[in-house]
């Protein structure tokens, strides 16, 4: 009787034991997510995300009001700088500056913000008397900014912002309030528009002589300028779905397709058609760059993927499921490979950032019990 007691002592031990282990290795290798739980309860913005730019250290987001978020502490405050007479405001890549437009008593003003000091711009009359002015998009790089409007465009170079009046001309598109995306680089502006199940176009206007060039008659849902100057772009397949990633050459305007996927009509026993894409279907939704300068795209249901120039090949990083956000609005990199994205959950905006060494993700904004996994 002693012998068998001890015998199932042992066993209970090694079982203990054998448990734990199992335990310990899920915990330290799976790649499911950890939800790390709402980590500000003051930060309850109520419109969804307008504008994420990223400001020195910090992010500076646009919703109701504009807040500034520390990534590192994960506060987030109202941002002092700027009031609510703003309609919309860009930060240059490198920090130095803020430009915003604003309007009081329907009268338009543009100013440059530098360490915290407001300094008026000059506007044009043409931009001081339109009143589509409301609809403008502010867009810049280190080397330039530029004012968009449904009418007209005005372009600065910043080192002469304040000594030289804006080099102004007609948007020739005259749909500029449909723009939905925005790349610069050596003097020209990128411009993608998505008009629905109406198409849309790429744009290429030269900012030093104002001219137009249609580069593609399809929709395009995000853009971007690798550190090669490669320009990438996310389109719609015909059936209204973002389900292709391209590139672009400029001087020829050829588009390639880097990776495509086609949604399966269940109706018709369809298999599922991919290019370069070893995972479930899902949707493109926005493009970034990571820390190392890599490209990489979000997905509605599967997470985060950065691609491969050498294999042409997508691989996963981070958390492989997206826990309820509906959408991805805005995207920023963080340093320490973090990314701050802005969504929302049952319309409600949300907040999270999601730590791709850490496989995990907290809520910033929004309801931790909408917080669910798609």
Not at 296 to 309: I, L, N, P, S, Y
Not at 345 to 369: Q, R, V
Request: glycine share 4%; charged share 25%; with cysteine.
């Amino acid at each position: 009787m002693q012998s068998k007691k001890g015998s199932f002592v042992k066993f209970f031990l090694v079982l203990t034991i054998l448990l734990a282990s199992a335990s310990a290795y899920y915990f330290l290798f799976s790649t499911a997510p950890r939800f790390e739980g709402k980590v500000n309860a003051s930060f309850s913005p109520n419109f969804r995300c307008k504008a994420l730019y990223k400001l020195n250290d910090e992010a500076l987001a646009l919703t109701n009001i504009y807040y500034r978020i520390n990534p590192d502490t994960l506060s987030c405050k109202t941002f002092d700088a700027v009031t609510d007479s703003i309609q919309t405001l860009c930060t240059t890549p490198d920090g130095k500056h803020i430009f915003a437009l604003a309007l009081e008593s329907e009268i338009p003003y543009f100013f440059d913000i530098v360490e915290g000091k407001q300094k008026l711009i000059a506007l044009p009359d043409s931009a001081k008397y339109n009143t589509e002015i409301l609809y403008s998009v502010l867009v810049c790089d280190n080397e330039r900014v530029v004012l968009i409007n449904p009418k007209w465009m005005y372009t600065w170079k910043i080192k002469e912002i304040h000594d030289k009046p804006a080099f102004e001309f007609e948007n020739h598109n005259a749909t500029g309030c449909e723009y939905s995306c925005f790349a610069m680089q050596d003097n020209k502006l990128y411009v993608g528009e998505d008009r629905e199940h109406y198409g849309g176009k790429l744009i290429c206007i030269n900012l030093d002589d104002g001219k137009f060039a249609t580069l593609i008659d399809k929709s395009v849902v995000d853009l971007l300028f690798d550190k090669d100057g490669t320009l990438w772009t996310i389109n719609k397949l015909p059936n209204g779905d973002p389900g292709k990633i391209c590139t672009v050459d400029p001087s020829n305007n050829q588009l390639k397709v880097i990776t495509s996927i086609t949604r399966p009509d269940p109706d018709k026993n369809e298999a599922k058609v991919a290019l370069n894409w070893d995972y479930p279907v899902t949707q493109f939704q926005k493009l970034f760059l990571n820390e190392q300068n890599q490209v990489m795209v979000a997905t509605d249901t599967q997470g985060f993927f950065k691609f491969d120039k050498n294999k042409t090949k997508w691989t996963r990083k981070g958390p492989d499921r997206i826990f309820g956000l509906e959408a991805f609005e805005k995207i920023l990199p963080l340093n320490n490979n973090k990314v701050l994205v802005a969504g929302h959950i049952n319309n409600e905006c949300t907040f999270m950032i999601f730590d791709f060494e850490k496989n995990s993700y907290k809520l910033l904004a929004g309801d931790p019990n909408q917080v669910k996994e798609r």
